[in-house]
């Protein structure tokens, strides 16, 4: 896969069945491997705020989520048709990864967790969820968390916390998981589960999924949006001027 920089972060240039393929062979080694489904947001905070791109510093692959990310990566000649989006990407991956590969999720309510598990089995019982884990735990079971992921072994590690706590995870952990692919793909959780409605595929084709989204969830999403939409536009503008808008420094 070829590589892209856009505000210091290099995004992965690749397909949802080149993904797939790529992270099946990763699983398969002697160590753990970090991937973030990368919107807008995350690429403007980690140029944005330096403690977050810290906390992303133990990201393997960040992939790009959002259509604007895309376009940006064709200004560069990366010819990409599409995104690589998060929840379509869990589905994909998913079922084309049944036995003897495995999954572990960790992310969502009970309710959320549950409904996962069961929407992946009555579409493909081959598939192998191996463990489950809601997103509402403390401190105290984060190293309990830890240690049943590495007696379970499993190949795939589905994170459903939420951006910055997924990464926050990943950063902490990381070095104490024993192997597996770490995916931080966040709001994939809810909609595979079938707790929240995803934009209708034109709205996604066109760049709009933010779009219904805030219209979905206002007050929640619409201050992270305007905050961090026009810190998108902002940095675009300011590092295109000088010449360093393209930048991949890591």
Not at 24 to 36: G, L, M
Not at 197 to 203: K, N, T
Request: aromatic residues 14%.
């Amino acid at each position: 896969m070829n590589s892209f920089g856009i505000l210091g972060t290099r995004l992965q240039g690749t397909t949802y069945s080149a993904l797939t393929a790529e992270l099946q062979k990763k699983c398969r080694e002697p160590r753990p491997f970090a991937v973030d489904f990368t919107n807008t947001h995350i690429v403007t905070m980690r140029r944005h705020d330096v403690k977050f791109r810290e906390i992303t510093s133990g990201i393997d692959y960040f992939i790009p989520d959002a259509m604007p990310l895309i376009w940006c990566l064709n200004l560069q000649g990366a010819q990409l048709r599409d995104r690589v989006y998060g929840p379509t990407f869990m589905r994909e991956c998913l079922l084309s990864s049944p036995a003897p590969f495995t999954h572990y999720f960790l992310g969502g309510s009970d309710v959320c967790v549950k409904r996962l598990k069961d929407s992946f089995l009555n579409r493909n019982p081959a598939v192998q969820i191996i463990g489950t884990r809601n997103g509402y735990f403390g401190h105290e079971q984060e190293l309990e968390i830890v240690e049943e992921i590495n007696r379970l072994s499993p190949d795939f590690i589905w994170l459903g916390l939420g951006t910055p706590k997924q990464q926050a995870w990943i950063y902490q952990y990381k070095s104490r998981i024993q192997r597996g692919v770490l995916l931080a793909i966040g709001f994939a959780f809810d909609v595979n589960a079938g707790l929240k409605p995803d934009a209708p595929l034109w709205m996604q084709r066109v760049g709009l999924t933010w779009f219904y989204r805030l219209c979905s969830e206002p007050r929640r999403l619409g201050p992270r949006y305007l905050r961090y939409n026009s810190l998108f536009l902002y940095y675009l503008l300011r590092d295109g001027l000088g010449g360093r808008a393209w930048a991949k420094a890591d």
